[in-house]
């Protein structure tokens, strides 16, 4: 067994550029958010009915880039007060620094790997501490933050296993565990982004997916647990957004496949072959750019009873 290990964990792979960088033409441009002049007049949006927002508190993880970052800017449009939680706000990374540059007192970015727990803890005494009255509670959780990885079963190593649900699984588990004691005084909600990927089972994906179905299951115990107090779980499942995120870019499945094969035990390696492998590599390399790369209508739910919510 080969026990070659690349220094830099799986989800400090390369990412894709920050989705809200147009690199085409050179330009800085937001997108990914739909903004209030973007809904159409006249339609309601489950934002739109709740009155007054303004001081009603939200967290939402993972927003570096992608999703998380285009959801913080989407709340703080429609007047919500948002933590907007970032990976690599102590590294200055352009996601964090974009959402500080609105200098909003209502946009406020906190540095936050759901990994660990005493960064968990201290947004927690940051966000009440900074609560009009903590005794009311905070309105609302978004556990977005993510990662992502393939390859088939014999391909994954534990370690890999471990990293994905480290973040997607544990990391919402904790965040959850951590806020629900203000989430509940507030009767707020928590709303958990999994993925069409967390009801239906792919080959090649079970690293994501197991994490994934793990997110629907936490949440629907928890819905059972929650709906007598008064708070709402939700889950978001999208689809393929692949190009308008950061999750999969052509460097990162480059440095996950030399990770893998560099750590494949030899008898996988020989009885699948180098061929079979690069084949496998290729076809996932053609889903970067594959995908809605509009998110809009992601952040706009017209029923607001749904529980499940599907793009
Ligand atoms: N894009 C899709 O097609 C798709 C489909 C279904 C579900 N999803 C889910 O949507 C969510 C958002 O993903 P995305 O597509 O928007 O990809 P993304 O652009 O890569 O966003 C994920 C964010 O999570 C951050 N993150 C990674 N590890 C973290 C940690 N330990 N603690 C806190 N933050 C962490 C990343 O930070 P860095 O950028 O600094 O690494 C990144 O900002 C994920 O849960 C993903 O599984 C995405």
């Known amino acids: 067994m080969l026990t070659v290990r690349l220094s830099r964990p799986l989800s400090k792979l390369p990412g894709k550029t920050p989705s809200f960088s147009d690199r085409e033409n050179g330009t800085r441009r937001t997108l990914l958010f739909s903004s209030s002049s973007s809904v159409p007049v006249g339609r309601r949006t489950y934002a739109?009915?709740?009155n007054p927002v303004g001081s009603k508190a939200?967290?939402?993880?993972?927003?570096?880039?992608?999703?998380?970052?285009?959801?913080?800017?989407?709340?703080?449009?429609?007047?919500?007060?948002?933590?907007?939680?970032?990976?690599?706000?102590?590294?200055?990374?352009?996601?964090?620094?974009?959402?500080?540059?609105?200098?909003?007192?209502?946009?406020?970015?906190?540095?936050?790997?759901?990994?660990?727990?005493?960064?968990?803890?201290?947004?927690?005494?940051?966000?009440?501490?900074?609560?009009?009255d903590p005794e009311k509670g905070m309105w609302g959780l978004v556990n977005n933050a993510g990662i992502s990885t393939f390859g088939e079963?014999?391909?994954?190593?534990?370690?890999?296993?471990?990293?994905?649900?480290?973040?997607?699984?544990?990391?919402?588990?904790?965040t959850t565990k951590s806020f629900l004691p203000l989430i509940r005084r507030a009767k707020g909600r928590i709303v958990n982004i999994s993925s069409m990927l967390g009801r239906m089972a792919n080959p090649a994906r079970s690293p994501y997916c197991i994490t994934k179905f793990g997110v629907e299951a936490f949440s629907d115990c928890l819905r059972y647990e929650m709906h007598p107090l008064g708070v709402k779980v939700c889950v978001v499942e999208p689809g393929n957004f692949i190009a308008a995120t950061s999750l999969y870019s052509p460097e990162r499945i480059q440095a996950i496949a030399t990770k893998m094969w560099d750590e494949l035990p030899e008898v996988v390696r020989k009885d699948y072959g180098k061929k079979y492998f690069d084949e496998k590599i290729a076809t996932m390399e053609t889903y970067c750019n594959s995908g809605s790369t509009d998110t809009t209508h992601l952040w706009i739910a017209h029923r607001p009873r749904k529980t499940h919510y599907q793009y």
């Open 153 to 174: 079963v014999e391909f994954t190593s534990m370690e890999t296993y471990k990293e994905v649900a480290e973040v997607n699984l544990w990391g919402t588990v904790r």
């Open 58 to 132: 939200l967290l939402v993880t993972g927003c570096d880039s992608g999703f998380g970052f285009s959801l913080a800017k989407h709340l703080h449009s429609k007047g919500f007060l948002v933590f907007a939680g970032c990976l690599l706000k102590d590294k200055g990374d352009a996601g964090s620094k974009e959402l500080d540059s609105l200098k909003s007192d209502r946009l406020r970015t906190v540095q936050l790997n759901v990994c660990k727990s005493e960064e968990v803890e201290k947004v927690v005494e940051l966000i009440r501490s900074s609560l009009e």
């Open 48 to 50: 739109d009915t709740v």
